[in-house]
């Protein structure tokens, strides 16, 4: 028998930049934006919390040919 398993989790990262003090929010928020689109981002996000979604099962029958 053989049996799939599907975990679902939602992973929460974060990172740690800098970003000028004299900026708006909607400013900050394209900063943001374009750090995470050029890649720049990347490399700083450091997983800090894994939350379990949900585990399903499918069972899968195999027929053997004799």
């Known amino acids: 028998m ?3 398993v ?3 989790e939602r992973i929460t990262s974060e990172a740690h930049i800098e970003i000028p ?4 929010q909607e ?5 943001i ?8 981002m ?3 996000l450091n997983i800090s919390q894994v939350d379990f979604e949900s585990i399903s099962t ?3 029958n195999e027929v053997q040919a004799t």
């Open 6 to 8: 599907t975990v679902v």
């Open 33 to 40: 934006v374009d750090l995470y689109n050029s890649g720049q």
């Open 21 to 24: 003090d004299d900026l708006n």
């Open 2 to 4: 053989r049996v799939i």
């Open 58 to 60: 499918q069972i899968v």
């Open 27 to 31: 400013v900050i928020k394209q900063q």
């Open 42 to 44: 990347q490399t700083d």
